[in-house]
């Protein structure tokens, strides 16, 4: 009896050890893994789908590191994001949040691409053409975040595969130079690999944004030459596919977001893929026919604002000055600028207009750019007055060789061009640091206009040479092994 | 056959065994009586033994007994519960006798993992709770009833919407950071089960395991403690009906501070004075109407001329509930039973919140023959649940000014009346009103087992349990009840079935002085859960009065199934061992496979050991007849954590979405950097303690101290962002609690008047030991405030500067240590560092949201037929982040409260207390990232108040009851808050506790206020 007993037992334990396998190894049903992933060319097709992904949900912030710190914009009272108020005073340390998030989201969206190139030759299933695509937009996409890292940052990692956290705690930064070596070899793979912008889906990278990331690239590090080399290519091979838009504001409207001087933008849907833009200037209590509720996060600074000339279309299509509350509509409008150059009306929060990376006015400012560098005044004077046409109507408003003197006064001209043009596009950062003024404009901003007293709040900063590139992210020096990743000078 | 012939045979038979007749009636008596216990209840079941003729009977069911026996003979009468009583039986031809009940709480059996035990002989921190009238205390869930009662147990009731889970840590909780702290619930021997299907009428008893050693034998999840509830079973008799039914009210304590209208048009031009003054302008202009004042410094008439409304009181109001409770339970030798069934309904102070709850339990015991034992439990429940589609910050704020409703039924908003400024929101009312937001679950608990005595001492029990949970939730808005005038709506369910196969054989055997028992086991469990969930396009609803989905077009980006599963193999085995019950050892070991974990580590052994030695059974303490029980324990014990998500050490693949040509596509990225040598976290404890009885123990005293280390945490460790990611979960890190608990029973009086005190003290301190190689990392939440971890500090402590006052004017800002772009007003700050600027280096801890000393005290008192329980629980030492003040100080121009405003800095010539800095939403980022709304989150509070009378029993049996008591309770009945704390509730956090390495426990926006219930209730036995 109880040696059968002591049977019964014994097999049942062992039965239910053959079960162990079951319970202890699920196969998860819902999740994929790395291990069964990038198998086929709809696998890599997604994954590519996704670094555009990360860039999407990173532009819409970009504002709040690269407009308020200058003076094109400062921060409302409305609504507080933290770290903005530090780039705002020009404050900027090295655990700032901001800089963290960006840092981070950059590095993603470059593990994106990584993972892309890394697992390109693993499918076996492409059609003609797709290998070469998905690796041109991959190495576009890649190029564009480092050059974003580098022109913030200066020297940053260098990663080209995929990491384990052992290896990345000691890498370090690598050179500007390199950095710039491989986003040029990015960019001369993806002119290579991409087709044009009328052969792939819009809001992909194609080869004409490929050249004139090129083109940037170069004007960034000052090889005029080898820019102008890749300016006349493209003028070459794209010259007429891509013009100014007659109208400014049309760029700013969802019917004509997609237009012959967008190179490349992201693309956004109202409600669904939505971006927070155009809700984030707009006063909090919203504004008739765009939105119920506005974030008002950060107003026009007059500085900028006072640039302006009344009868440049940008003015409109960039700031309103007179506001009318939504659930008082019949009182008269207020002075109460804020920024509109985003505010279609949307979804609060969900915002579908698409939102440009690189758009033909700046093919052709910098053009102008160049020329000027190479001894081309005049051409670029023309270059500039192209814009400035297209801004006016008509050629009232160009300038002519007697209003420069010199190539720094051709400079001056060109940088407010460039402010008034790209203004909340996310250039005037990088646009104070390249001129070298800097330091000379940022120590005063005049901000909110009293229309009243007819007078501008004016605010002193302190603006130092060593902050035109901003701290590397303190957290990530803390994760790598001591020493391994410098700070940049003037944060320690 | 002649008769004469039959006459004769009887009469010789007779004549022979004339002898043996003539000795029966010198002998033997037929005895018969009744056994009864002090309150002259009949006792069944009592066993009667005659140790000299080797006979014995039962009690029947009215406790009558007849007996044959012997006037020389002895007979002994025992009960498990009562003191063992002899007789004589002498001449009586009938007997009466009383059984006194055994009050040693030191032979009281408690339950503990995968088993029972004399109480006398555990080695381990084991409290347990009997189930005393506690059902008879009404309140939505059963934790709540332990508040205050047991050391080291911390009950805190966060919230307080109706059905929502009081939040329990056991000594601190498991020490874990992102794996969870709540301990393991282990429902008659299910593990992984929730109070959320305890009905308190069905619980027998509550027992918690507090340290490593006791709570090992769960080994892979006992690290937060384990918390074990029995629920009542039939016993062998007449069956009992039990009812029990009770009501009452629910009363919100709110804030009686709330500005009214023209107090509140003061302080709103004030405020507007001042922010217009902060930009330069000229505050002689007037207020309103003139078009120099920019209109965001303006200030409208409707404010004095419009409502008053106080919104508190206007959305809250006294709810009443109700609670119906049914159970019969009895049996016979080979059948007994137990079935219960439950209606609740309470509603939410809050309007349009409430709670019901539908459930049922049968337990029934089968013995089948003499080693043969089945068991079958089976407990649906079925809770439905409207909730409110805001916190209480939200809804509270609202200005005033704002009527709560429009003579046509539309709800106003406080833009409706001025446009600027003032928020922007919906009228609190719309919300409530216009929000339909129900949760569902029902809950199936069934379980059979078996048990098969296999030899004397041996048996083997082997059980099947499964919990089949569904929950489905759906939730509709208005377009006029939600925030942007647009519907929307979602429906989403799940499915999750937990299975449970275990194993148990048992031995127990006593040899001379020695007691031994042993078990081993197996333990097998899988859970597999389903989700679904669906949304509406935003804005698509055809109108507002179908909530249903099919009237909108389907999301599909809020469109998902999915599935998910987690497995644990478990083998258990412990030994137990008792020398003349003076030196008692017990250790066990338990090893567990989870499918969480990478494949090479699966397996984590969880060993404990302990002892005890009762000094009191010693000879020498013999002469001491003061102590009636001492006791000497020592403990130590390892248990694991393993509450993370199921295919955590996968590098996982997510969707996400791009759109090129504005159209939705899907994109697909890894969103998690797998890590295969991902393992179990483990927290190794140990414990001292003493057990002391006085006086036949009319004194008990009970001391521990724990210290507990929690290594391997599975810790979401930040990593190089190069890497791709922010975050990779790893076993990494250290953390230490470490505390002291003592509990003190004594029963004052005895007599007509009895009172018995229970009080306990628990203080425990937590600990960063590791963080990987760092020293401290830092969580700053979006107005700065930070929640360090750092080695040597309690985790997730307050990091921030420490405001020392208010800069009072320009001269100030210009002379002292200030955060860059302080303007008078702003806080003063400590310039820790002395270098003459406030920067981050000046940040210090500014407390933390854990207790430093939890107190509790209940007193007993009967007299009479009148009993009465009064229930205190004191939390010393906690802080609290309470940010929900500043709405309430002005900068909104929302509701505003006047200990929030009075004491403000509002100008130079009027600088209030000096300590309040002046509020503005442009200047919160510099106060949000100070001490100024860190508050002292202490209390003392009289938890409950629970009154009864029960009927003479003679009134009782007229009404052929056996047992009718009413009672009347209060909870929440009193309670005592720092004169600086401004929340609610003190234990009323918003943002969770610790759950992950960005928590931010003890911030506090917008949790509910508490209720103060009063019940009136009846308990009747039939």
């Known amino acids: 009896m109880k040696t059968t007993l002591y049977t019964i037992l014994l097999s049942s334990v062992i039965i239910l050890s053959g079960c162990h396998d079951s319970l202890l190894n699920p196969t998860p049903e819902s999740v994929l893994t790395e291990s069964n992933y990038y198998n086929t060319s709809n696998d890599i097709n997604l994954a590519v789908l996704g670094i555009y992904n990360r860039l999407q949900s990173r532009k819409p912030s970009d504002y709040q590191i690269l407009e308020v710190p200058t003076d094109n914009l400062y921060l409302s009272a409305n609504t507080l994001i933290e770290g903005t108020p530090e780039m705002d005073m020009l404050s900027v340390n090295a655990t700032n949040p901001l800089i963290a998030s960006f840092w981070e989201a950059s590095y993603n969206g470059i593990f994106r691409a990584n993972a892309v190139v890394t697992n390109i030759d693993k499918p076996t299933d492409y059609k003609e053409g797709e290998r070469a695509q998905f690796d041109g937009e991959a190495k576009f996409m890649r190029a564009l975040f480092y050059f974003d890292l580098v022109r913030l940052f200066g020297a940053v990692p260098k990663v080209t595969s995929i990491l384990s956290v052992q290896e990345a705690v000691n890498i370090g930064r690598s050179p500007e130079n390199e950095i710039f070596a491989l986003i040029i070899a990015d960019l001369e793979a993806a002119v290579n690999q991409l087709p044009s912008k009328a052969a792939i889906d819009n809001g992909r990278a194609n080869k004409a944004a490929a050249m004139g990331l090129l083109i940037k690239v170069y004007v960034y590090l000052q090889q005029w030459d080898k820019a102008k080399i890749e300016l006349d290519r493209f003028f070459g091979e794209f010259g007429s596919s891509f013009s100014l838009l007659n109208d400014f504001g049309a760029l700013w409207k969802i019917a004509s977001e997609n237009n012959q001087e967008v190179l490349f933008s992201l693309n956004y849907i109202d409600g669904s893929n939505g971006h927070n833009l155009s809700t984030a200037f707009l006063p909090n209590s919203g504004v008739i026919g765009i939105a119920s509720r506005g974030n008002e996060i950060a107003l026009p600074s007059w500085s900028l604002h006072k640039k302006y000339l009344e009868d440049d279309t940008r003015k409109k299509a960039t700031i309103t000055e007179w506001w009318i509350p939504p659930n008082t509509p019949n009182v008269p409008a207020i002075w109460y600028p804020y920024v509109n150059k985003y505010a279609v009306p949307h979804t609060q929060g969900q915002s579908g207009l698409d939102l440009p990376i690189l758009r033909y006015a700046d093919i052709v400012l910098m053009n102008a750019e160049v020329l000027s560098h190479l001894g081309q005044y005049q051409e670029g004077l023309n270059e500039i007055n192209k814009i400035r046409e297209r801004a006016f109507g008509n050629s009232d408003h160009n300038y002519s060789i007697a209003d420069i003197n010199g190539e720094d006064s051709f400079l001056e001209l060109l940088f407010l061009e460039r402010q008034l043009e790209f203004a909340y596009e996310n250039e005037r950062w990088f646009d104070l640091k390249r001129s070298g003024n800097f330091e000379k404009i940022m120590v005063e901003e005049e901000r909110l206009f009293n229309y009243a007293s007819q007078q501008p709040v004016k605010i002193a900063l302190k603006p130092q040479a060593y902050m035109m590139l901003f701290p590397i992210p303190q957290r990530q020096i803390d994760q790598s092994t001591t020493g391994v990743l410098t700070q940049n000078e003037g944060y320690n | ?1022």
């Open chain 2, 1 to 1022: 056959m002649s008769t004469k012939w039959l006459k004769t045979k009887i009469l010789i038979s007779l004549l022979a065994t004339y002898p043996c007749l003539g000795q029966l009636s010198a002998q033997i008596l037929r005895i018969q009586g009744k056994v009864i216990d002090e309150k002259q209840q009949p006792l069944i079941g009592v066993s009667i033994k005659d140790t000299l003729n080797k006979t014995g009977t039962t009690t029947d069911s009215n406790g009558n007994f007849m007996l044959s026996t012997s006037k020389t003979a002895h007979l002994i009468f025992s009960l498990v519960g009562y003191l063992n009583q002899t007789r004589e039986i002498g001449n009586q031809p009938s007997l009466t006798v009383t059984l006194k009940e055994d009050i040693s709480t030191l032979d009281e059996v408690v339950v503990i993992g995968y088993g029972t035990m004399k109480k006398s002989s555990v080695t381990a921190a084991v409290t347990k709770l009997e189930n005393k009238n506690l059902d008879q205390i009404p309140l939505a869930r059963p934790e709540a009833a332990l508040q205050g009662r047991l050391a080291g147990v911390n009950v805190s009731q966060t919230r307080s919407a109706p059905g929502s889970a009081p939040l329990i840590r056991i000594r601190g909780g498991s020490g874990s950071i992102d794996a969870g702290n709540s301990p393991l619930v282990v429902v008659d021997g299910f593990p992984g089960g929730s109070f959320s299907n305890v009905n308190m009428n069905d619980v027998a008893s509550i027992e918690v395991l507090k340290d490593a050693s006791s709570a090992a034998i769960y080994g892979s999840r006992g690290a937060g403690g384990v918390i074990i509830i029995t629920t009542k079973r039939g016993k062998t008799g007449k069956p009992l009906l039990n009812i029990n039914i009770n009501g009452g009210f629910a009363n919100a304590i709110g804030h009686n501070d709330w500005l009214g209208k023209d107090e509140y048009y003061e302080y709103a031009v004030k405020y507007q004075n001042r922010e217009y003054n902060y930009v330069g302008g000229d505050t002689s202009i007037p207020v309103w109407g003139d078009n120099r004042r920019p209109p965001q410094y303006q200030v409208s008439d409707a404010l004095r001329n419009n409502a008053n409304t106080n919104w508190q009181n206007a959305l809250l109001s006294a709810a009443p509930f109700q609670n119906y409770d049914l159970s019969v339970s009895g049996g016979t030798e080979n059948v007994k039973y137990y079935a219960s069934a439950i209606v609740k309904d309470v509603q939410g102070t809050l309007k349009n919140t409430w709670f019901k709850s539908y459930g049922a339990r049968a337990n029934v015991d089968v013995k089948v023959n003499k080693s043969i034992n089945l068991g079958l439990m089976l407990n649906p429940n079925y809770t439905r649940n409207r909730v409110s589609p805001h916190a209480m910050i939200d809804l509270v704020k609202y200005p005033p000014f704002v009527p709560v409703q429009n003579a046509d039924g539309t709800y106003p908003k406080a833009r409706d009346f001025w446009g600027l400024v003032v928020s922007g929101q919906t009228n609190p009312m719309a919300f409530l009103d216009g929000s339909f937001y129900f949760d569902d679950a029902m809950t199936t608990i069934g379980e059979m087992f078996a048990s098969i005595d296999l030899a004397k001492g041996l048996k083997i029990r082997s059980s099947v349990g499964t919990t089949i949970a569904y929950s489905t939730s759906d939730r509709f808005r208005t377009t006029w009840g939600s925030t942007n005038g647009i519907s929307t709506g979602t429906a989403s369910d799940a499915r999750t079935i937990n299975l449970l196969n275990e194993n148990v054989l048992s031995y127990t055997t006593d040899f001379n002085d020695n007691h031994f028992d042993a078990i081993l086991g197996a333990s097998y469990q899988k859970a597999t859960s389903r989700s679904s969930a669906m949304g509406a396009v935003p804005g698509s609803f055809n109108n507002d009065i179908i909530h249903t989905l099919n009237n909108a077009i389907i999301d599909p980006a809020q469109t998902r199934t999915s599935k998910t599963e987690w497995g644990l193999v478990s083998y258990f085995s412990r030994i137990h061992y008792a020398y003349k019950d003076k030196y008692i050892l017990s250790a066990s070991m338990r090893t567990d496979a989870s499918s969480r974990f990478g494949p090479d580590n699966k397996w984590g052994w969880f060993p404990s050991a302990s002892v005890a030695w009762r000094v009191s059974q010693e000879e020498f303490m013999k002469s001491l007849s003061s102590i009636s029980d001492l006791k000497l324990r020592a403990s130590y014990g390892s248990t694991g954590n393993f509450n993370i998500g199921n295919f955590d050490f996968l590098g996982q693949i997510g969707n996400t979405y791009y759109s090129p040509n504005n159209e939705l596509a899907n994109a697909q990225v890894q969103t998690t950097l797998g890590n295969p040598s991902l393992s179990w976290e483990k927290t190794h404890e140990y414990d001292l303690g003493l057990d002391l009885g006085l006086f036949q123990n009319r004194l008990t005293f009970t001391a521990d101290y724990y210290r507990k280390n929690t290594s391997s945490l599975l810790y979401n460790v930040s990593i190089p962002a190069i890497t791709g990611f922010t975050s990779w979960l790893t076993n990494i890190g250290e953390i230490r609690n470490e505390g002291i608990e003592l509990e003190l029973t004594s029963q004052n009086l005895k007599g007509p008047l009895t009172w018995t005190t229970s009080f306990n003290l628990a203080r425990n301190r937590n600990k960063v030991v590791d963080l990987g190689g760092l020293t401290e990392r830092l969580y700053t939440d979006r107005f700065g405030m930070s929640w360090l971890l750092r080695l040597g500090e309690p985790m997730f402590s307050y990091y921030g500067y420490n405001a020392i006052g208010v800069l009072q004017n320009q001269e100030e800002v210009n002379n002292t240590p200030i955060l860059s772009g302080s303007k008078p007003g702003n806080p003063k700050y400590e310039d820790v560092n002395g270098d003459k600027r406030i920067t981050p280096e000046d940040r210090v801890i500014l407390g933390n949201y854990m207790p430093k000393m939890i107190l509790g005290m209940v007193n007993d008192f009967s007299w009479k037929n009148f009993d009465l329980s009064i229930a205190i629980q004191a939390s010393l030492g906690a802080k609290m982040y309470n940010f929900e003040n500043q709405y309430y100080q002005g900068n909104v121009l929302g509701a505003m409260r006047r200990s929030l405003v009075e004491g403000q800095w509002w100008s130079e010539n009027d600088p209030g207390d000096g300590k309040m800095p002046a509020s503005a939403l442009s200047q919160l980022e510099f106060q949000g990232n100070s001490s100024v709304y860190i508050e002292n989150a202490s209390f003392l509070a009289v938890r409950n108040l629970n009154f009864g009378y029960t009927l003479p029993e003679h009134l009782a049996n007229k009404l052929k009851m056996k047992r009718c008591r009413f009672y009347t309770s209060i909870n929440n009945l009193f309670m005592i808050t720092d004169k600086n704390f401004h929340g609610y509730n003190p234990e009323g956090y918003t943002a969770g506790e610790v759950d992950g390495i960005n928590s931010t426990p003890g911030y506090n926006s917008g949790s509910e206020p508490m209720n103060r219930i009063f019940t009136l209730g009846l308990n009747v036995n039939f």
